[in-house]
């Protein structure tokens, strides 16, 4: 059974960092692109970083370039978000997505504020 569980969300104060993990099961994330989304209240879901199968080659979203870096741990099967710099508006739900069969975790809430 394919689960995705994310974890390390929690309220941090801006210019805070913060270490986003996402555990996979049921497949091995080395052959899967995995990506990490967001999504604000009130807004659409939006790509905030992936990490492609093999290579590793990554993508980052505009607003997340040189502060957010993801990453992998394939004896973990464990895919990871670094946030540095956090500003409030990164505040959201992260969700981690298998992108090669589009498989999502729940979420978890990160919030951004004094």
């Known amino acids: 059974q394919v689960q995705l569980v994310e974890s390390g969300g929690g309220l941090v104060q801006p210019g805070g960092s913060l270490r986003l993990s996402c555990k996979a099961s049921g497949f091995f994330i080395s052959s899967h692109g995995m990506s990490w989304y967001r999504q604000a209240p009130g807004k659409e879901r939006e790509l905030v970083a992936h990490i492609a199968e093999i290579t590793s080659m990554t993508i980052y979203g505009d607003s997340v370039k040189g502060r957010f870096t993801i990453s992998r741990d394939n004896a973990k099967n464990t895919v990871y978000l670094q946030m540095n710099s956090l500003k409030p508006e990164d505040t959201g739900v992260y969700y981690c997505?298998?992108?090669?069969?589009?498989?999502w975790g729940q979420g978890t809430q990160v919030t951004v504020s004094s």
């Open positions: 997505q298998d992108a090669t069969r589009d498989y």
